[in-house]
């Protein structure tokens, strides 16, 4: 089952031969990594699969583990409708055993992110069970997607969510039932609703959460030009956000369209210095509100992989964190994202 896309907004497609043009040497190549976002899908044209990955964690930098989120991959085509997200746990969990009878050097997708429905509310312990039930040891969490934005009322590449929905009470029951399950929640919104999961961590505090993408900031349509206002906005609900301890966030997904990336549209690919120069406010205030044991870097590949290289990617993760001690580097590298998806025993 493909992504549900529509808007105005599509993410364009790798091309190969484009990023072959910048090959950079990997910097500090035996240094841990874990890379706590990643998707397999089978986009038309964008495919994106097991191999695909392991190609791509392959050239050069040494991941541990990777963890694989929500991108409504191999649902069941029949079945009670609650169920149907089942077959992304199920499928991903089948890809990765066999993925690892290669002798693979990491563990490709050590945890899984799937879907389910928490307007469900406590009812949605049954589909949890089957998740569990599917993938006994990889599957950790929960990603509801509830990104909307008043701007974009058709959605921008994603349909859509309902308003409101991290307020509604049959969702805060869903989050709940995630925290008595001893599971996890990624938040997949804009960051114009970075208030709303600030209620919403507060009001289910034992829940471990973590912010996608620094939250998303939308850079297309009426943000672009105000790139100054929209920081100075995002920063100020980044540092409410981080009030609440059970909060984490990643920092990557600056290569989607929707947050105004056009690297793709240049000869020649960006470099890992010029990723970190263009990052590094955000990286700076993210780590600055959360601390270092709170924030993870992210690969959100292939998402973003129209822009760059994994490699170049990761190259430029490790210049943002080159004045950081080898203690702080290692948690925002590796352990942090290792703790929070409970995947320790790869490292």
Known sequence: MALDVTGSYTYPNPKVSWLAQHVEEIIEPDLPLVDPHHHIWNQTGNEYLIDDLCADVMTGHNIRATVAIQAHYGYRDGGPEDFRCVGETEKIETAANQALKNEIQFQPCAAIVSYADLMLGEKVIEVLDAHRHASPLRFKG????????????????????APNMLAEPKFRAGMSTLAKSGLSFDAMLYHC?????????????????????????????????????????????IKLLAKSPNVSIKLGGMGMIICGA?????????????????????????????????????????????????????????????????????KLLCTNAATFYKIQDFL
């Open 193 to 237: 609703q970075i208030k709303e999961l600030s209620n919403a961590a507060e009001a289910v505090p034992d829940l471990p959460i973590v912010l996608d993408h620094f939250g998303c900031i939308i850079g297309v349509g009426p943000y672009e030009g105000r790139e100054k206002e929209t920081f100075n906005d995002w920063a100020k609900n």
């Open 262 to 330: 056009k690297y793709h549209e240049r000869k020649v690919p960006p470099s890992s210095l010029q990723l970190a120069q263009d990052w590094r406010p955000f990286v700076e205030t993210c780590i600055e509100a959360f601390g270092v044991d709170r924030c993870m870097f992210e690969s959100n590949f292939p998402v973003d992989k129209a822009m760059f290289s994994y490699a170049v990617l990761w190259n430029a993760f490790k210049r943002l964190t080159l004045g950081a001690s080898e203690q702080e580097k290692s």
């Open 142 to 161: 929960v990603r509801h997607g509830v990104a909307r934005d008043p701007n974009f009322p058709n959605g921008i590449v994603l349909r859509p969510a």
